[in-house]
């Protein structure tokens, strides 16, 4: 399956399914596509990770992957200064592509009282296909 479609498809089972957030969702996606095993207490942190709780902080596809970065490099034997060195890179990465890392700037309208469930549907589904390429690009080749 290509990556858009496996991210297409991972992100509506863990949001319409699981009715999971977007770092939790994000660290599951990530997870199932590098094979990685993730702890319970992993998940159980990720819990307020959108938005610190939906106050509209870090956006929690930046938390996510910065999270799944640090997991898989240790994972992979990379050294703790470059896991530092690519969360940066990622950062600048996603805020170059998406034009920010917090979430009341990236969620549609922000948050209010009559949102829809899961509004960062699709922009979940870009930002974990850009994590995809991103640690391809820098961790797999």
């Not at 917090?102 to 948050?111: D, E, H």
Request: glycine fraction near 8%; charge should be negative.
């Amino acid at each position: 399956m290509d990556t858009k479609s496996f991210v297409k498809d991972s992100v509506k089972k863990y949001f319409w399914e699981h009715d999971l957030n977007c770092a939790t969702t994000t660290l599951k996606v990530l997870a199932e596509r590098f094979e990685i095993n993730l702890n319970d207490q992993v998940i159980n942190a990720a819990l307020g990770m959108h938005g610190a709780g939906r106050y509209g902080a870090q956006c929690g596809l930046v938390e996510g992957s910065l999270m799944f970065l640090g997991i898989f490099g240790r994972t992979n034997g990379i050294a703790d200064d470059n896991i530092v060195k690519l969360c940066r890179e990622f950062a600048q990465q996603f805020e170059n592509q998406f034009k920010s890392l917090q979430c009341n700037i990236l969620r549609p309208g922000g948050f209010q009282p009559d949102d829809p469930p899961h509004l960062c549907e699709n922009l979940t589904c870009e930002a974990n296909q850009f994590s995809i390429e991103f640690i391809n690009k820098f961790l797999c080749s």
